[in-house]
C-alpha cells in the first residue's frame, strides 16, 4: 500500500463527486490550515486496534453492531442525545452478545457525521403559495438545514465546527465507556425509563435479569474482571468533504503512514465509489480500517477492482464492503458479488446496511422506511451467507436513542399518519429506541440459528 498521500489539489483536481460549491476559496483555505494543524481526535494505535476487531468479524468470530444518527446535527451534542444513542446501541450490543452468543464490535456512527450525499444539488418546495428552489441540505458541515437562502450556502467555518463537535462527542462517549456507565452491572438502569411500557423493554428486562445472575455467580466465587466495567467504542463516519479529510489526515509517528485522526473507521459512500475518482485516491493511502458503500448497481467486478485497489495486500480487517441493496433486492443481487470476491480469495468483512435501499416516501410526504423491510434485508443478509457459507459480519443501522417516529411498523406499528408526531432526522429516517431493541432481537435469532 503506498503511503505517499496526495496533496489536496491533486484531489480536487480529480472532480471528487459530492462537494460544496463554496464561493470563498479563501475562506476554506483558511479553515483547511486550521484544521491541518489540531490535535488528532483519535490515536492511530486505536486504529489498528479495529483492524483487528474487524479481522475477527470477517472471519466470523466477532459481529460488527455500527449504529448513530443518518446526519448528527450541532444542535444534536448535548448530554442528554449522546447518552441515549450510546444506552441504545449498549442495549443492542448486550442483546446480540448474550442473545446471540457472540462477541460484539461496538462502532459508533458519530462524532463526525455531519456531511451527507445528495441525489440533488437542488431542494424545492412550497413556501407561502410560492415555489422556491434553494441548494440541498448537505449536512451541519456544509450549510445549514433552514429552509432560506442565506442558511444554505456552503460555509467553510463549519468544518472548524464539525471538529468541535466530534471532539465534544468523543469526549463525553469516552468518560462513559471507561467511567462506569457501561459497566456490565448497569445493565438494569439504562432499560429503567421504559421497562414498563412496552413489550421490548420486557423482554430486554427478561435478559438483563440473567445477565445479573449470570454476574452474581461469578462475584460469589471470586471472578470480577474489570473487562466487565468498561467497553471498546470506536467512531466512524462516511469521509465525504476531502478538504476535511485530508485536514485530518496525519502520519502516524510509530509507523510513519497516514492516518485519518477525526474518527477509527470511514467508509466510501455509494455515490462516491468510483474506481478512478478522488475518494478511491484518498482512501487507497490512509492505514484506517474503511468500508465501501455496494449498492444495486454494484457488479462483482467492480467489488473486486474496488478490493485491489483499496486493500492491495489482502489485509485482513482493512476492508469492509457494506452492501445496501433493498429488501426487494439482496437475494438476487448480493449471492454474485459474495461468490466471486469470495472466490478469488479477497478478505473482507460483510457488512449490511438495511436503511439505505429501503427509503421511499410516505402518503404524507415524510421520507420513510418499513421496520418490516430492514429486519427483511437483514434476514436475506444471514440467508445468503450461510447458503454461500460466507460470514454474515454485521449492520450499520440508522437509529437514534429517542422515541422518534420516522420509520413505520414495528411493535409499536407506527403507521405513515403517526409519522407527524416526533419527525426529527434532517435526511433520512432512522429506527427509534424500541425499534433499535427490536432489531437487536431479531438479529440474535439469526445469529442463533447460525449457531445451531
Ligand atoms: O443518507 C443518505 C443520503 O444522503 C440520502 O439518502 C440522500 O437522500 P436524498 O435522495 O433525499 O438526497
Ligand atoms: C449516504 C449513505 O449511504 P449510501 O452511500 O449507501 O447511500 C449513508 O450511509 O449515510
Same mark, same amino acid.
Given at each position: &500500500?503506498?503511503?505517499?498521500?496526495?496533496?489536496?489539489?491533486?484531489?480536487?483536481?480529480?472532480?471528487?463527486?459530492?462537494?460544496?460549491?463554496?464561493?470563498?476559496?479563501?475562506?476554506?483555505?483558511?479553515?483547511?490550515?486550521?484544521?491541518?494543524?489540531?490535535?488528532?481526535?483519535?490515536?492511530?494505535?486505536?486504529?489498528?486496534?479495529?483492524?483487528?476487531?474487524?479481522?475477527?468479524?470477517?472471519?466470523?468470530?466477532?459481529?460488527?453492531?455500527?449504529?448513530?444518527?443518518?446526519?448528527?446535527?450541532?444542535?444534536?451534542?448535548?448530554?442528554?442525545?449522546?447518552?441515549?444513542?450510546?444506552?441504545?446501541?449498549?442495549?443492542?450490543?448486550?442483546?446480540?452478545?448474550?442473545?446471540?452468543?457472540?462477541? #460484539?464490535?461496538?462502532?459508533?456512527?458519530?462524532?463526525?457525521?455531519?456531511?451527507?450525499?445528495?441525489?440533488?444539488?437542488?431542494?424545492?418546495?412550497?413556501?407561502?403559495?410560492?415555489?422556491?428552489?434553494?441548494?440541498?441540505?448537505?449536512?451541519?458541515? %456544509?450549510?445549514?438545514?433552514?429552509?432560506?437562502?442565506?442558511?444554505?450556502?456552503?460555509?467553510?467555518?463549519?468544518?472548524?465546527? #464539525?471538529?468541535?463537535?466530534?471532539?465534544?462527542?468523543? @469526549?463525553? %462517549?469516552?468518560?462513559?465507556?471507561?467511567?462506569?456507565?457501561?459497566?456490565?452491572?448497569?445493565?438494569?438502569?439504562?432499560?429503567?425509563?421504559?421497562?414498563?411500557?412496552?413489550?421490548?423493554?420486557?423482554?430486554?428486562?427478561?435478559?438483563?435479569?440473567?445477565?445479573?445472575?449470570?454476574?452474581?455467580?461469578?462475584?460469589?466465587?471470586?471472578?470480577?474482571?474489570?473487562?466487565?466495567?468498561?467497553?471498546?467504542?470506536?467512531?466512524?463516519?462516511?469521509?465525504?468533504?476531502?478538504?476535511?479529510?485530508?485536514?485530518?489526515?496525519?502520519?502516524?509517528?510509530?509507523?510513519?503512514?497516514?492516518?485519518?485522526?477525526?474518527?477509527?473507521?470511514?467508509?466510501?459512500?455509494?455515490?462516491?465509489?468510483?474506481?478512478? +475518482?478522488?475518494?478511491?485516491?484518498?482512501?487507497?493511502?490512509?492505514?484506517?480500517?474503511?468500508?465501501?458503500?455496494?449498492?444495486?448497481?454494484?457488479?462483482?467486478?467492480?467489488?473486486?477492482?474496488?478490493?485491489?485497489?483499496?486493500?492491495?495486500?489482502?489485509?485482513?480487517?482493512?476492508?469492509?464492503?457494506?452492501?445496501?441493496?433493498?429488501?426487494?433486492?439482496?437475494?438476487?443481487?448480493?449471492?454474485?458479488?459474495?461468490?466471486?470476491?469470495?472466490?478469488? +480469495?479477497?478478505?473482507?468483512?460483510?457488512?449490511?446496511?438495511? &436503511?439505505?435501499?429501503?427509503?421511499?416516501?410516505?402518503?404524507?410526504?415524510?421520507?420513510?422506511?418499513?421496520?418490516?423491510?430492514?429486519?427483511?434485508?437483514?434476514?436475506?443478509?444471514?440467508?445468503?451467507?450461510?447458503?454461500?457459507?460466507?460470514?454474515?459480519?454485521?449492520?450499520?443501522?440508522?437509529?437514534?436513542?429517542?422515541?422518534?417516529?420516522?420509520?413505520?411498523? +414495528?411493535?409499536?406499528?407506527?403507521?405513515?399518519?403517526?409519522?407527524?408526531?416526533?419527525?426529527?432526522?434532517?435526511?433520512?429516517?432512522?429506527? @427509534?429506541?424500541?425499534?433499535?431493541?427490536?432489531?437487536?432481537?431479531? %438479529?440474535?435469532?439469526?445469529?442463533?440459528?447460525?449457531?445451531?
Amino acid at each position: &500500500m503506498s503511503s505517499t498521500l496526495p496533496d489536496l489539489e491533486t484531489l480536487r483536481a480529480m472532480g471528487p463527486a459530492q462537494q460544496p460549491t463554496y464561493p470563498d476559496r479563501e475562506a476554506v483555505d483558511a479553515a483547511v490550515t486550521r484544521l491541518s494543524s489540531m490535535p488528532p481526535l483519535v490515536f492511530a494505535g486505536e486504529c489498528d486496534d479495529l483492524t483487528e476487531k474487524m479481522a475477527a468479524v470477517s472471519r466470523g468470530e466477532a459481529f460488527l453492531l455500527q449504529g448513530g444518527d443518518c446526519a448528527e446535527t450541532f444542535e444534536g451534542v448535548t448530554a442528554d442525545n449522546v447518552r441515549n444513542k450510546l444506552r441504545t446501541l449498549l442495549q443492542m450490543a448486550v442483546v446480540l452478545t448474550y442473545g446471540g452468543s457472540m462477541p #460484539v464490535v461496538k462502532l459508533g456512527r458519530m462524532a463526525g457525521q455531519y456531511a451527507k450525499p445528495r441525489s440533488s444539488d437542488l431542494e424545492t418546495r412550497v413556501v407561502d403559495g410560492e415555489s422556491i428552489t434553494l441548494p440541498a441540505y448537505r449536512g451541519d458541515a %456544509v450549510n445549514g438545514f433552514e429552509f432560506t437562502a442565506a442558511s444554505r450556502i456552503p460555509d467553510p467555518h463549519r468544518l472548524l465546527d #464539525v471538529y468541535n463537535a466530534s471532539a465534544a462527542t468523543l @469526549n463525553l %462517549v469516552r468518560a462513559f465507556v471507561t467511567g462506569g456507565y457501561a459497566d456490565l452491572r448497569q445493565v438494569h438502569t439504562w432499560n429503567t425509563d421504559f421497562v414498563r411500557g412496552s413489550v421490548v423493554g420486557q423482554r430486554y428486562e427478561q435478559l438483563a435479569s440473567e445477565i445479573d445472575k449470570a454476574m452474581s455467580f461469578m462475584t460469589a466465587i471470586g471472578i470480577s474482571p474489570e473487562e466487565l466495567r468498561r467497553v471498546d467504542f470506536h467512531s466512524s463516519h462516511e469521509a465525504l468533504l476531502l478538504e476535511y479529510e485530508h485536514a485530518m489526515t496525519r502520519i502516524d509517528s510509530r509507523t510513519e503512514r497516514p492516518y485519518n485522526v477525526s474518527g477509527h473507521f470511514v467508509w466510501i459512500g455509494e455515490r462516491t465509489r468510483q474506481l478512478d +475518482g478522488a475518494h478511491v485516491e484518498y482512501f487507497r493511502h490512509i492505514r484506517n480500517p474503511i468500508g465501501c458503500k455496494l449498492g444495486p448497481s454494484a457488479t462483482a467486478d467492480d467489488a473486486l477492482a474496488l478490493a485491489a485497489r483499496l486493500n492491495p495486500d489482502n489485509e485482513p480487517g482493512r476492508l469492509t464492503f457494506i452492501t445496501r441493496f433493498g429488501a426487494g433486492k439482496i437475494r438476487d443481487g448480493l449471492p454474485g458479488l459474495v461468490e466471486k470476491v469470495t472466490a478469488e +480469495g479477497v478478505s473482507v468483512a460483510w457488512v449490511c446496511d438495511p &436503511m439505505h435501499g429501503n427509503t421511499f416516501e410516505a402518503s404524507n410526504g415524510f421520507k420513510t422506511r418499513r421496520f418490516e423491510d430492514v429486519v427483511g434485508e437483514v434476514q436475506g443478509f444471514f440467508d445468503v451467507h450461510r447458503s454461500l457459507g460466507t460470514v454474515p459480519g454485521g449492520i450499520l443501522v440508522e437509529m437514534t436513542g429517542d422515541d422518534v417516529t420516522e420509520v413505520i411498523g +414495528g411493535g409499536e406499528e407506527l403507521t405513515e399518519a403517526g409519522l407527524a408526531h416526533r419527525y426529527e432526522s434532517v435526511v433520512d429516517p432512522r429506527l @427509534n429506541r424500541v425499534q433499535s431493541l427490536e432489531l437487536a432481537f431479531h %438479529v440474535a435469532e439469526m445469529l442463533r440459528a447460525g449457531a445451531r
